[in-house]
């Protein structure tokens, strides 16, 4: 799978996990690809944590409003009847626990459900952001990400950058397949038909959990 592959494979199978009715928050980057693959006769709220609920699909190209971009800069729009609020009312949306689910992506994730996101020690970054909000607010965390980062292993025993927040993981959508955080460790419930377990496995250095159900991954 090239690069655009592999954004759709994860995308599509993210927007599986929405509920008819859910409020959800999509972090920047890959995330806001999913609203493009609900499946018919799902509505969902869209909230960004920088002030808005009810964001619409992303503007086309000279339809750009400077006065609606979401939390990452980007241009969106605003669904008929969208809220608008201060930055202080979204957050406490977020910390009230009014968010169904949060798609966030990752730079670690380890067994225990840690997940690190927002630093590389020595590189510049703007700062955390709402994401330690979202991960303690929302009551549902996937993470969507590529399984690997050029090769290196991204979902390990332990993370080893700073964290972003603690045992906060419900589950982890990749290319090669659909994981869930548990006391026991990281189980693997689906599998991309692409790949094998043992393949799945070379990749994690986490030691992975095979469910007894394991089963294609649904595309």
């Known amino acids: 799978m090239d690069k655009n592959q592999v954004r759709e494979v994860i995308a599509r199978r993210a927007a599986l996990e929405i509920q008819d009715g859910d409020v959800v928050n999509l972090g920047i ?8 693959f609900l499946p018919e006769g799902v509505s969902v709220t869209l909230q960004s944590e920088n002030g808005l609920v009810g964001m619409g699909p992303t503007p086309a190209a000279g339809n750009e409003d400077p006065n609606y971009v979401n939390a990452g800069g980007g241009f969106i729009t605003a669904n008929p009847g969208a809220y608008t609020c201060s930055s202080a009312d979204s957050f406490g949306i977020i910390r009230g626990g009014h968010v169904n689910v949060t ?18 020690p020595g590189k510049k970054v703007p700062g955390m952001g709402g994401a330690m909000d979202l991960l303690v607010g929302a009551n549902k965390v996937i993470l969507t990400m590529e399984h690997t980062a050029k090769g290196a292993h ?3 025993k332990e993370c080893r950058l700073p964290l972003t927040a603690a ?10 397949g ?12 689906e599998i991309h038909p692409e790949f094998t377990v043992e393949e799945v496995q070379a990749a994690t250095e986490a030691q992975l959990i095979i469910s007894e159900n394991l089963k294609p991954m649904q595309l």
């Open 154 to 156: 991204k979902i390990l």
């Open 29 to 36: 980057g890959l995330p806001t690809l999913i609203p493009d």
């Open 103 to 120: 798609f966030l992506g990752a730079l670690e994730v380890d067994e225990k459900g840690n997940l690190a996101n927002w630093i590389i």
């Open 178 to 189: 659909v994981m869930e955080i548990t006391p026991e460790g990281i189980l693997l419930t």
């Open 167 to 176: 045992g906060q993981v419900n589950k982890i959508i990749t290319e090669m």
